[in-house]
């Protein structure tokens, strides 16, 4: 929950976006301040993971419209790899696998270059295995899965406790978790929430994207907010989220379309 600070991380301005030419977001409008972890919930299609991508500067995604500012820039000027190393990260739907590239040296070149883009000396493989095992206990990984190939042959709750992992060390400002329980049993589900909370403090945002209120019973939003047709159309707290879950979207749309919004 919201830590008391009011310094403004990202404030989306009517945000309009397209993929293949085919407009998804119309309009969306959203301000996230430091500690406040905001839910994100809808159909399919509603674009709740257009929004996700855009935010990370996914090169599919074209922006059509509005403004995005992160810590006082423009996010939009700026490239995928600029974003990440400014302190944004984006824990993926559906993490790809690499194989070839060792999950260790992959986890240890992504934090050094967080580490040389705050102008601090990059840290060697030993002391690196010093601080990766510290991290383990985070998502309760044993240190096997560092001498495995990045997500190749990982489960599906596997791969996304090594997400959390990832967020662990890189320590972001601002954590977009795309639907991160998507595929978990209530075990691993407990297990990533565990994670995402012990990384929670009053510098950091979360913005969580997800279907079901299941998640946000271990990982708890300050705000929820529920998007239709590319835009969010209402807003509320947790007990929002659960309603939902009673009755499905719905009745919100009707009462939104309805009031005109």
């Known amino acids: 929950m919201s830590q008391e600070n009011?310094?403004?991380?990202?404030?989306?301005r009517n945000l309009?976006?397209?993929?293949?030419?085919?407009?998804i977001l119309n309009g969306v409008n959203l301000e996230i301040k430091a500690g406040e972890t905001h839910a994100i919930m809808g159909t399919n299609g509603s674009g709740k993971s257009t929004l996700s991508k855009v935010l990370a500067g996914h090169?599919?995604?074209?922006?059509?419209?509005?403004?995005?500012?992160?810590?006082?820039?423009?996010?939009?000027?700026?490239?995928?790899?600029?974003?990440?190393?400014?302190?944004?990260?984006?824990?993926?739907?559906?993490?790809?696998?690499?194989?070839?590239?060792?999950n260790l040296e992959f986890l240890r070149a992504s934090y050094n270059s967080q580490r040389k883009a705050r102008g601090l000396e990059e840290i060697d493989a030993f002391d690196f295995e010093d601080l990766v095992e510290e991290k383990l206990d985070f998502v309760k990984m044993d240190s096997?899965?560092?001498?495995?190939?990045?997500?190749?042959?990982?489960?599906?709750?596997?791969?996304?406790?090594?997400?959390?992992?990832?967020?662990?060390?890189?320590?972001?400002?601002?954590?977009?978790?795309?639907?991160?329980?998507?595929?978990?049993?209530?075990?691993?589900?407990?297990?990533?929430?565990?994670?995402?909370?012990?990384?929670?403090?009053?510098?950091?945002?979360?913005?969580?994207?997800?279907?079901y209120q299941r998640l946000l019973n271990y990982i708890v939003p300050d705000y929820v907010h529920v998007?239709?047709?590319?835009?969010?159309?209402t807003t509320g707290n947790k007990e929002l989220a659960e309603e939902l879950e009673e009755k499905g979207y719905d009745w919100i749309k009707e009462q939104t379309a309805g009031a005109g919004v």
Not at 16 to 23: H, S
Not at 227 to 233: D, K, V
């Open 6 to 12: 009011n310094q403004v991380i990202l404030s989306i």
């Open 16 to 23: 309009t976006a397209e993929v293949e030419g085919t407009q």
């Open 59 to 102: 090169p599919d995604y074209q922006v059509t419209g509005g403004e995005v500012i992160y810590q006082g820039k423009n996010l939009l000027e700026m490239e995928a790899d600029e974003r990440s190393l400014a302190g944004i990260f984006m824990a993926f739907q559906y993490p790809v696998e690499i194989p070839g590239v060792s």
């Open 144 to 211: 096997s899965f560092l001498e495995r190939n990045l997500n190749e042959g990982f489960s599906g709750g596997e791969k996304k406790r090594n997400e959390i992992l990832q967020m662990a060390l890189l320590e972001p400002t601002l954590a977009i978790l795309d639907e991160t329980d998507s595929g978990l049993d209530i075990d691993a589900l407990k297990t990533v929430a565990h994670g995402v909370n012990q990384l929670a403090g009053p510098e950091k945002s979360m913005l969580v994207i997800t279907h």
């Open 227 to 233: 998007m239709a047709n590319g835009r969010i159309i």
